[in-house]
């Protein structure tokens, strides 16, 4: 929903003239961590493999999960332009560009992945 009316107010500004849009730095933030810890094997346990088996096996490592700033569009919706139609799927991916000023009001500027 709130997609749509960023992407709507955009689109109209567009065509009735020039507007200046102010990059915005990416914000890449840290969402979750985790350490992730697996091993085949326990100590003193005798165990048998087959030929191309692995007798040992550990993965130890660290998972991050990282955010950017970006708007999902929560159902599907059609825009439509003199000249541009195109639909979004609900799902779709719009990445934050900047923002822009219009009559006191700041909207965000985003560019839609796939479309």
């Known amino acids: 929903m709130i997609l749509r009316k ?14 200046s849009v102010q990059p915005v730095a990416p914000q890449v933030r840290v969402v979750d961590s985790k350490h992730v810890f697996e091993k085949n094997y326990s100590l003193g346990v005798e165990a048998s493999a087959y030929v191309g088996e692995p007798i040992v096996r550990v993965k130890d490592y660290y998972e991050v999960v990282q955010a950017a700033d970006a708007l999902q569009a929560s159902e599907s919706f059609i825009l439509s332009r003199p000249l541009l139609k195109f639909s979004v799927a609900a799902g779709t991916i719009a990445d934050v560009k900047g923002t822009t000023r219009r009559h006191g009001k700041t909207y965000r500027v985003v560019a839609i992945r796939g479309v």
């Open 6 to 19: 960023i992407l709507t107010a955009t689109l109209f500004m567009v065509p009735l003239g020039c507007a």
